[in-house]
T-cell receptor, first 119, second 119 residues
Framework: AQSVAQPEDQVNVAEGNPLTVKCTYSVSGNPYLFWYVQYPNRGLQFLLKYITGDNLVKGSYGFEAEFNKSQTSFHLKKPSALVSDSALYFCAVRDRGRGRGSTLGRLYFGRGTQLTVWP | GAVVSQHPSWVICKSGTSVKIECRSLDFQATTMFWYRQFPKQSLMLMATSNEGSKATYEQGVEKDKFLINHASLTLSTLTVTSAHPEDSSFYIC???????????????FGPGTRLLVL
């Protein structure tokens, strides 16, 4: 079964400092991994994904994530945090299934990490 | 690209009425759409997976007669909350899967969400 863990409910960081939001996963087989961000009363915005290839994935708004197979982790990072980065961040994993009329390909979400960047 | 809209963005209704929420992929065709429910400060709970031209697949514990899903075209899925009650009040989010390329499978893009309040 697929699952995702975000061990921190809350991450606080000062503006200008680097930030890390942690995510570990458990899947059968090779994973597809995703990060999404949610601002208050909004849907989720896609940030980045890891499918294959380079372990360091670059995404939107200066975010990047590092896939570590041995540690089964996919931590989200940014070198210099902005106040506007304050939001709820979700890590997700999906299996590689595909096909009409099936639920294969569904996402399994972590519980979310609230990032607060203070000025 | 990959824009998903939802309508309405918020709705207030009386107990016992039905409410329809539309989810549209504006610039791509989505063979699969997903409906989620989110409670305050919690992760997304998958309600059902909707494939164009076939019946939706509901997650365990989700009443299919209560939450009617219709996926009439490759760009439109609707969720109807029938005979709504106060406990149905929630934030409902849809997503649409876009096939990036055959090797990567689909990426889900999310709508902005619909806030439902049942009085």
């Amino acid at each position: 079964a697929q699952s995702v863990a975000q061990p921190e409910d809350q991450v606080n960081v000062a503006e200008g400092n680097p930030l890390t939001v942690k995510c570990t996963y458990s899947v059968s087989g090779n994973p597809y991994l995703f990060w999404y961000v949610q601002y208050p009363n909004r849907g989720l915005q896609f940030l980045l994904k890891y499918i294959t290839g380079d372990n360091l994935v670059k995404g939107s708004y200066g975010f990047e994530a590092e896939f570590n197979k041995s540690q089964t982790s996919f931590h989200l990072k940014k070198p210099s945090a902005l106040v506007s980065d304050s939001a709820l961040y979700f890590c997700a994993v999906r299996d590689r299934g595909r096909g009409r009329g099936s639920t294969l390909g569904r996402l399994y979400f972590g519980r979310g990490t609230q990032l607060t960047v203070w000025p | 690209g990959a824009v998903v809209s939802q309508h309405p963005s918020w709705v207030i209704c009386k107990s016992g009425t039905s409410v329809k929420i539309e989810c549209r992929s504006l610039d791509f065709q989505a063979t699969t759409m997903f409906w989620y429910r989110q409670f305050p400060k919690q992760s997304l709970m998958l309600m059902a997976t909707s494939n164009e031209g076939s019946k939706a697949t509901y997650e365990q514990g989700v009443e299919k007669d209560k939450f009617l899903i219709n996926h009439a075209s490759l760009t439109l899925s609707t969720l109807t909350v029938t005979s709504a009650h106060p406990e149905d009040s929630s934030f409902y989010i849809c997503s649409a899967s876009r096939l990036e390329n055959p090797e990567e499978g689909e990426t889900q893009y999310f709508g902005p969400g619909t806030r439902l309040l049942v009085l």
